[in-house]
């Protein structure tokens, strides 16, 4: 079956580093891919989504490109904040997000001022 | 936009006893709402998807007649834990989607239950 993996937290950065949150996954088709962030207390919320190979997804600084040959979705962004501090979700879906979501165990970031 | 709420966000309970969670979209109409699993450490497992009006399909591995699902409306999911042992508690998540965003699910704050 569909799995994602994704490195394990907790992530300890300082302010304005460089991010790098590494996402590998398998699957039999050709999925879509998202990375969701989970703030404190809040629920998950999409950060950003590629739904074909080479499409580059990016928001709020943040960017991950779809690796078809690779069979991977890293997360990066260049000089990261404290406000980033959350865990991230990286998921797939075999058909674009309308099935259930498949997700990796989530990574803790922390940025220290 | 696309808000979604879960009622209660925490519930401690004794075993034997069942708990409902209920998840609402607030300000869209939920074509489909799906509700996950979530253990200490791990990621998210699919438990269910429900359609409204539809009975839910449930994936592999989890007993349908122990998690109850009822999507009675395009606003309400609820999700019945029934007999709860110890080994229920979890953190559990309820996400919907609507026709003018399938790619996109909004996620609910999550329920902890934890059941002695």
Same mark, same amino acid.
């Given at each position: 079956?569909?799995? #994602?993996?994704?490195?394990?937290?907790? #992530?300890?950065?300082?302010?304005?580093?460089?991010?790098?949150?590494?996402?590998?996954?398998?699957?039999?088709?050709?999925?879509?891919?998202?990375?969701?962030?989970?703030?404190?207390?809040?629920?998950?919320?999409?950060?950003?989504?590629?739904?074909?190979?080479?499409?580059?997804?990016?928001?709020?600084?943040?960017?991950?490109?779809?690796?078809?040959?690779?069979?991977?979705?890293?997360?990066?962004?260049?000089? #990261?904040?404290?406000?980033?501090?959350?865990?991230?979700?990286?998921?797939?879906?075999?058909?674009?997000?309308?099935?259930?979501?498949?997700?990796?165990?989530?990574?803790?970031?922390?940025?220290?001022? | 936009?696309?808000?979604?709420?879960?009622?209660?966000?925490?519930?401690?309970?004794?075993?034997?006893?069942?708990?409902?969670?209920?998840?609402?979209?607030?300000?869209?109409? /939920?074509?489909?709402?799906?509700?996950?699993?979530?253990?200490?450490?791990?990621?998210?497992?699919?438990? /269910?998807?429900?359609?409204?009006?539809?009975?839910?399909?449930?994936?592999?591995?989890?007993?349908?007649?122990?998690?109850?699902?009822?999507?009675?409306?395009?606003?309400?999911?609820?999700?019945?834990?029934?007999? /709860?042992?110890?080994?229920?508690?979890?953190?559990?998540?309820?996400? /919907?989607?609507?026709?003018?965003?399938?790619?996109?699910?909004?996620?609910?704050?999550?329920?902890?239950?934890?059941?002695?």
């Amino acid at each position: 079956g569909d799995s #994602v993996t994704q490195m394990e937290g907790p #992530v300890t950065l300082s302010e304005e580093a460089f991010l790098t949150i590494n996402c590998t996954y398998t699957a039999t088709g050709y999925p879509s891919l998202f990375w969701y962030v989970q703030y404190p207390g809040e629920g998950l919320q999409l950060l950003l989504k590629a739904t074909k190979a080479d499409d580059k997804g990016s928001n709020k600084g943040f960017e991950a490109t779809y690796r078809k040959e690779t069979t991977s979705f890293h997360l990066e962004k260049g000089s #990261v904040q404290v406000s980033d501090s959350a865990v991230y979700f990286c998921a797939l879906s075999d058909r674009g997000g309308a099935d259930g979501l498949t997700f990796g165990k989530g990574t803790h970031l922390i940025i220290q001022p | 936009g696309a808000v979604v709420s879960q009622h209660p966000s925490w519930v401690i309970c004794k075993s034997g006893t069942s708990v409902k969670i209920e998840c609402r979209s607030l300000d869209f109409q /939920a074509t489909t709402m799906f509700w996950y699993r979530q253990f200490p450490k791990q990621s998210l497992m699919l438990m /269910a998807t429900s359609n409204e009006g539809s009975k839910a399909t449930y994936e592999q591995g989890v007993e349908k007649d122990k998690f109850l699902i009822n999507h009675a409306s395009l606003t309400l999911s609820t999700l019945t834990v029934t007999s /709860a042992h110890p080994e229920d508690s979890s953190f559990y998540i309820c996400s /919907a989607r609507y026709s003018g965003s399938p790619n996109e699910q909004f996620f609910g704050p999550g329920t902890r239950l934890t059941v002695l």
